[in-house]
Each structure stands twice: as structure tokens, then as C-alpha cells.
């Protein structure tokens, strides 16, 4: 929610005088019923009562969440922004721009990127099949997901976009890092790497 987040951007700030990024999820277009999530929660509740875990409240939709999460990065400066799982709107890209604020597209595949810079990213991050966590795959030709590699993603994704790339997907040490930057990449993304670290969370 809103003031998680809120509270998420000061707690880093106490941290860390460098700058820090936010991530959002853009809204997906699944069309679903009040029926569907009934159900769903029905099937899932024995899991969550065996697990301790809260059962979730939808007051807002997801669409009203992302912009009330566009709001709250705007209000607290946040210097970046990095969206998965699509593009946001024409509107919020430019509120975004008006406030400042770097942004940063994903992408699974050369048309990913290519939408990415034509809708006004700063920085695309080329996710590879290696990637693991969220993949943000958005344009899904005949419903099948990109599955290219880091390796080779990075140079087709360099070759056809002006802007700088960073590569994301199974680095997990400086000879990595050093094949990323030598194929055209401007930095990498690491996550797995840090998986067992005391700040993974």
C-alpha cells in the first residue's frame, strides 16, 4: 500500500545518503471477475491458515494502486523509477519527466525495447531467460514468453536502441559484469547473487 511505501523510501533514506530507485509493477490488462478472486481465495485459505499468513484485502483496484504509487514517488523525489511488466501511459511518463525522475523500462526481447525507448525510457534493463524472480515480459507473441538468453539478448538489444542498457540475468561474478559491459551493456543488475545476503529482503 501507499504508506508501505512511503515508509519503505524514508527507512532506505536513514540507510544511505546515494540515491535510491523505486520498482513498480505496471497494471496488467487480465480481465477477471469478483467471482474468480472469491474462488481463488477460497482454494487458497487452508495454505494461508497452515502458513500464519494474512488473509489479503483488496480495497482498491490495481490500476488505483500504481497510481497512488506514481503519486507517492513524485511526493518523496524519488530519482528513479523502474517499471516491470509493461509500459505505463503517455500521462504518468510525462508527470514522471516533469518531477525529474529517471526512468527505467525491462524487456525480454528486441520489440520490448524498441517500445521502450519509443515511449520515453531513460535506461532499458535487458532481462534475460536467466533472470529470475518477476520476468517482465509484456508483448507475448502467440502467448509465448521470450526466452532469450543474457548473452545474446544484450547485443541485439544494444544494436537496435540509442539508450543505455543494463543487462540482467545470471551474473553472478566480475567475469559476468565484464562480458555485460564488453556486449554493450552500460552496467548489470544482480539479485541471485545476493540472495543469502542479511539485507536480501
Not at 539478448?153 to 543487462?167: G, K, N, R, W
Request: hydrophobic share 40%.
Amino acid at each position: 500500500n501507499t504508506q508501505q511505501l512511503e515508509d519503505e523510501i524514508d527507512y532506505v533514506r536513514q540507510l544511505t545518503s546515494n540515491s535510491c530507485g523505486v520498482n513498480v509493477f505496471v497494471p496488467s490488462q487480465q480481465s477477471y471477475t469478483s467471482s474468480q478472486i472469491e474462488n481463488m481465495n477460497a482454494w487458497l485459505k487452508p495454505y494461508r491458515r497452515a502458513l500464519h499468513l494474512e488473509e489479503p484485502v483488496v480495497k482498491i483496484t490495481e490500476e488505483q494502486q500504481f497510481k497512488c504509487h506514481i503519486d507517492t514517488i513524485i511526493k518523496k523525489q524519488v530519482p528513479v523509477c523502474c517499471f516491470t511488466f509493461g509500459i505505463p501511459s503517455e500521462q504518468i511518463i510525462s508527470r514522471l519527466k516533469a518531477a525529474n525522475v529517471k526512468l527505467i523500462g525491462t524487456a525480454t526481447s528486441v520489440d520490448e525495447a524498441i517500445a521502450n525507448e519509443k515511449a520515453g525510457m531513460d535506461v532499458i534493463v535487458a532481462q534475460g531467460s536467466e533472470a529470475g524472480g518477476h520476468r517482465g515480459s509484456f508483448l507475448k507473441p502467440k502467448n509465448q514468453l521470450p526466452m532469450v538468453g543474457t548473452i545474446s539478448l544484450v547485443p541485439q538489444i544494444v544494436d537496435v536502441v540509442s539508450i543505455p542498457v543494463i543487462a540482467a540475468g545470471g551474473i553472478m561474478d566480475g567475469r559476468g559484469v565484464l562480458a555485460s559491459i564488453v556486449l554493450g551493456a552500460e552496467g548489470v543488475q544482480m539479485g541471485t547473487a545476493f540472495l543469502t545476503s542479511q539485507d536480501s529482503n
